[in-house]
């Protein structure tokens, strides 16, 4: 078919495309009205394939412009009580595609945090040191707290894995591709490998980034530069 003179073709998204974005909106206001959340801030989308418990929703706290991808999940492993939210994500952060939080004490996600596909993110873990019971039987530790600090990504496939005590990464922290996460990091760290380790920081006296992991004495003292030796780690 010859195109007519003057007239130009415009490109267009396939119109089916519409549907799953009205589905997706259509199920976030379905969440905002019947859900309890403990607050839930202007501009958040979640696909209408994340699954979270109704429940559960008055202990978990979301803050504005959040999105939540296909098959993303936010659990949380107490029976339902009443109490503070156990999971808090601050404002403009994204969770990609089967990602997984799982919270039995407290998750929080400080803003502009971006979490990649197929991440897996628990503040607990499977019990399994008793060995005349199957590991599924055994229930889950008690674990500890986890802390993202503001602006950090946590790329591909990666998991940050609270046992017990507290993990908290710094701001502005990069956790690479695989890698597994089991203690804390401070600010401006790259995180690779299982265990993950510090492999690059920034360094706040020479104002760039140096290999290993930078840290101060007190004030005054003179900036240690050492590589992150690996240590034992207790799952």
């Known amino acids: 078919m010859t195109q007519s003179p003057g007239i130009s073709r415009t490109r267009m998204q396939d119109p ?4 799953p974005r009205a589905l997706r909106k259509l199920h976030t206001e379905w969440l905002r009205l019947t859900y309890p959340f403990a607050s839930m801030g202007p501009g958040v989308s979640i696909h209408y394939s994340c699954p979270i418990d109704r429940k559960n929703a008055h202990r978990i706290r ?16 107490r029976p339902p009580a009443e109490g503070d939210p156990i999971i808090v994500i601050e404002d403009n952060c994204v969770i990609h595609w089967r990602s997984q939080i799982g919270a039995r004490n407290l998750i929080h996600i400080e803003r502009d945090v971006l979490i990649a596909q197929d991440v897996l993110i628990v503040d607990n873990n499977h019990a399994y040191e008793d060995v005349t019971v199957p590991i599924a039987y055994q229930g889950f530790t008690e674990g500890g707290r986890i802390r993202i600090g503001e602006g950090s990504f946590i790329a591909h496939g990666s998991a940050i894995i609270c046992s017990q005590g507290d993990i908290t990464l710094g701001k502005h922290s990069f956790v690479a591709a695989h890698a ?13 490998g299982n ?6 920081q920034f ?12 840290r101060t004495r007190d004030a005054g ?9 690996e240590e034992s780690v207790s799952l």
């Open 16 to 19: 089916l495309k519409l549907i």
């Open 62 to 77: 979301l803050g504005a412009n959040i999105s939540m991808e296909k098959d993303s999940s936010l659990s949380i492993n």
């Open 180 to 192: 597994v996460v089991t203690r804390s990091a401070p600010p401006y760290s790259v995180l690779y």
């Open 195 to 200: 265990p993950a380790r510090i492999i690059r």
């Open 221 to 229: 003292s003179s900036l240690l530069l050492h590589a992150d030796r």
């Open 203 to 214: 360094d706040p006296v020479k104002k760039e980034w140096v290999v290993g992991q930078a």
